[in-house]
């Protein structure tokens, strides 16, 4: 008789033992509480967490052990899974446009922050939800590079629109606050210097002293080898800009990020099905899994091959295109992938910095997308 494993030491230790034949996501709470205090101690504001990028039970658990006291939630779902893991935070109704039942949700659950980019859409909120201690915070967008994906596809006003939604908002009763999002996975932290600035100009042309700044996600998780986020180096940006831009009216600050709270935290490790005639990889996971975000935002290269043994495989890389597991030809990474030369049936390959977009994005297409989720003490192989 034994106790059950249920903490490895590192991923290598349960590949070895357990030999999964699904893809298996490692979650270090460690990892993940350092990267919340990473924010919570370098960003010069409150520091909530955008629940989509992944909404594991286990992972908002460890974010408020760690300190975070506000959530970003788009939906009634998650505005509720957050009211029961932590009662006490702060829910921040950032998606910019909500049906009418959504929001009766919203209002019921005590939400005092919402986010919009219209005028239809604030006439909604301020038909049904009581002005007095609620916020509503104007979402713009701008034309800026940086980002993997540019977030202003979708949501967001022009300058002109935010400056006279800025006005409705503050003639209403509201509290008046501006937010942005400058694109996930930004790189650049001169995006973070154009949005405040122009948060600025919006304030001081609807004559609105707003009480808070929402600088957004977008921060960077470590996607590739050699690029290290600089992300106090963003704070340090932002936080001198904001005095700079908006001078004795300076908001206070708040951000939202998913991707750089979460995306380090987990590593995935995916089995080799088969090296067909010595030459495509197929996977057990892909994009219908929780590859799902590779297609749009470009592969990460913090791969390793390690044997079944758990051993990694060392020598000579060669490009190869994998696959994964379903019968749909899109289901492939973008591009070629370096991979040992010697990879074999039954390896792992391991993604590290897995995170963020991938538990919430696995589906049962075509039958595949068991994943299994273990904690580890460790995410080094
Ligand atoms: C998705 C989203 C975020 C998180 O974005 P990341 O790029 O993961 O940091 C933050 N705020 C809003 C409103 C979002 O929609």
């Given at each position: 008789m ?8 590192n ?7 357990i030999?999964p ?11 993940l ?6 924010f ?5 504001g409150?520091?909530?967490y ?18 975070v ?7 009634p ?9 932590a ?19 919203a ?9 919009v980019?219209?005028?239809?859409e604030l006439?909604?909120l301020i038909e ?11 979402r ?7 980002a ?8 967001g ?9 800025l006005k409705?908002?503050?003639a ?8 942005f999002?400058?694109g996930?996975?930004c790189t ?25 700044l ?20 963003t704070?340090?940006?932002i ?23 979460c ?11 088969a090296?067909?005639d ?5 996977l ?39 696959f ?12 070629e992938?370096?991979?040992?030369a ?7 390959v391991v ?5 963020a977009y ?13 994943l ?6 460790s995410?080094?192989?």
């Open positions: 034994g106790l059950s494993k249920t903490i490895w030491t991923p290598s230790e349960y590949l070895r033992t030999q034949e699904t893809p298996v996501l490692f979650f270090s709470p460690a990892a509480q350092a990267a919340a205090r990473r919570i101690d370098g960003f010069p409150m520091v909530t955008a629940v989509k990028s992944n909404p594991e039970e286990v992972v908002i658990e460890n974010f408020s052990a760690a300190g006291r506000g959530y970003d939630v788009a939906s779902f998650e505005m509720r899974m957050i009211r029961r893991l009662p006490d935070a702060a829910l921040h109704y950032n998606n910019p446009v909500r049906a009418r039942h959504e929001i009766a949700t209002v019921e659950l005590g939400v005092k922050s919402y986010s980019d219209s005028h239809s006439a909604k049904m939800v009581p002005a007095d201690g609620c916020e509503i915070s104007v713009f967008k701008l034309p800026v590079s940086g993997a994906y540019n977030f202003g596809a979708k949501f006003a022009t300058a002109e629109v935010a400056t006279e939604l409705t908002v503050a209403a009763g509201f509290i008046p606050s501006i937010t999002h400058p996930t996975q650049d932290p001169a995006a973070w210097e154009s949005y405040i600035r122009t948060a600025a100009d919006i304030a001081r042309d609807a004559g609105v002293t707003i009480a808070r929402n600088v957004g996600g977008g921060f960077p998780s470590h996607r590739l080898n050699g690029v290290l986020p600089q992300i106090e180096e704070f340090a940006l936080d001198r800009v904001a005095t700079e831009a908006f001078g004795e009216n300076r908001p206070m600050l708040v951000c939202e990020p998913g991707r750089a709270l995306g380090d935290a987990f590593t995935l490790a995916a089995r080799v099905k090296v067909r010595d030459n495509h990889v197929f057990n996971d892909g994009v219908y899994g929780s590859l799902a975000e590779l297609p749009l935002i470009g592969v990460i290269d913090r791969t390793e091959v390690l044997t079944p043994a758990g051993v990694k495989r060392a020598g000579d890389k060669a490009d190869r295109i994998i994964g597991p379903t019968c749909d030809s899109v289901d492939r990474l973008p591009g992938v370096a991979l040992s010697e990879i074999e049936e039954g390896d792992f993604f590290q910095g897995m995170g991938s538990t919430v994005t696995n589906s049962r297409f075509n039958g595949f997308g068991e299994s989720l273990a904690t580890v003490l995410l080094k192989l």
